[in-house]
């Protein structure tokens, strides 16, 4: 069932962010079990909201490939991590989301 994966770290900054997103290369490799990719920030916090088929999608992800990039890109400190089971999901936007979402490198929406 699809699980909603809440991860807040204090201290990533988006240039950090974005290397990131660069060294996991999505748009060549998608992420297996990744469904929807959402981050922000406030300007002290990185704020990322997923959506995944599993919890285990996500952790496996993590493990092979998340970790590794972080690292590179020199993100330190642990974020907080929380699941939840998706009870719905609407998406009125659609076709925004669709466009805003042509790649995984950050586009302003």
């Known amino acids: 069932m699809a699980t909603l994966m ?3 770290w ?3 900054t988006i240039d950090q962010y974005t290397q990131v997103m660069k060294l996991l ?3 060549s490799t998608p992420a297996r079990g990744a469904m929807l990719h959402l981050a922000g920030t406030d300007g002290n916090t990185m704020r990322v909201v ?3 088929e599993s919890r285990d999608a996500f ?3 993590q493990q092979d490939r998340l970790m590794a990039a972080v690292q590179k890109a020199g993100v330190s400190g642990q974020p907080r991590v929380e699941f939840a089971q998706i009870h719905n999901m609407y998406a009125p936007g659609i076709d925004t989301i669709r466009k805003a979402g042509a790649s995984a ?3 302003a929406v």
């Open 10 to 12: 204090p201290g990533v």
């Open 6 to 8: 809440i991860m807040e």
């Open 105 to 107: 490198l950050p586009t």
């Open 50 to 52: 997923d959506v995944w």
């Open 25 to 27: 290369d999505l748009d």
């Open 59 to 61: 952790q496996q992800f």
